[in-house]
T-cell receptor
Framework: TQLLEQSPQFLSIQEGENLTVYCNSS?????LQWYRQEPGEGPVLLVT?????EVKKLKRLTFQFGDARKDSSLHITAAQPGDTGLYLC???????????FGSGTRLSIRP | GAGVSQSPRYKVAKRGQDVALRCDPI?????LFWYQQALGQGPEFLTY????????KSGLPSDRFFAERPEGSVSTLKIQRTQQEDSAVYLC????????????????FGPGTRLTVL
């Protein structure tokens, strides 16, 4: 069974600080996606990484896919209150149609 | 419409009642997915349609759960004889094509239906 573990589960930091959240698995994934979900809404795709070692940047967010394609990280520089939300990683499952989600990291940025 | 819509947004059911949850995908999207999200957890895959064909229903937790998409557009997730453990947010997503994990196959999620079973 493919599982994605995210850490930390909760993170509360001050505005302007940097942070990293992690997504780990014992399984190899062909690609990993990161989503952000706000209360009362569905997840919104932030990025997809497909190549081992790949790094993608989205403004203050930096996403990295591990060389072995078993893990990924999300680094946020100079966090802002608007970054608050549930961050979910997700990878392709055992069939082409299935996405496996991690349990998420709930991020809170204090002004 | 501009995005995926779901109705109702909130549903309260007494244990044993049947419920029907509706999903309107983005117009023209071939694929439609249903997920169940328990409180404090990530979404869990339930089932997947490509047009009107249900190609994967391996995530449906029991035979009380049934999904359909008869004309390849709107989908309904039906839960019979609801139980308290069915309480969750039910998310619907749609995409242009059916293969997840590919960089070009973005799934667009609706806001979800929060089901509470008393």
């Amino acid at each position: 069974t493919q599982l994605l573990e995210q850490s930390p589960q909760f993170l509360s930091i001050q505005e302007g600080e940097n942070l990293t959240v992690y997504c780990n698995s014992s399984s190899v994934f062909s690609s990993l996606q990161w989503y952000r979900q706000e209360p009362g809404e569905g997840p919104v795709l932030l990025v997809t990484v497909v190549t081992g070692g790949e790094v993608k940047k989205l403004k203050r967010l930096t996403f990295q896919f591990g060389d072995a394609r078993k893990d990924s990280s999300l680094h946020i520089t100079a966090a802002q209150p608007g970054d608050t939300g549930l961050y979910l990683c997700a990878g392709g499952g055992s069939s082409a149609s299935k996405i496996i989600f991690g349990s998420g990291t709930r991020l809170s940025i204090r002004p | 419409g501009a995005g995926v819509s779901q109705s109702p947004r909130y549903k309260v059911a007494k244990r044993g009642q049947d419920v029907a949850l509706r999903c309107d995908p983005i117009s023209g999207h071939v694929s439609l997915f249903w997920y169940q999200q328990a409180l404090g957890q990530g979404p869990e895959f339930l089932t997947y349609f490509q047009n009107e064909a249900q190609l994967d229903k391996s995530g449906l937790p029991s035979d009380r759960f049934f999904a359909e998409r008869p004309e390849g557009s709107v989908s309904t997730l039906k839960i019979q004889r609801t139980q308290q453990e069915d309480s969750a947010v039910y998310l619907c997503a749609s995409s242009w094509s059916g293969t997840s994990g590919r960089a070009t196959d973005t799934q667009y999620f609706g806001p979800g239906t929060r089901l509470t079973v008393l």
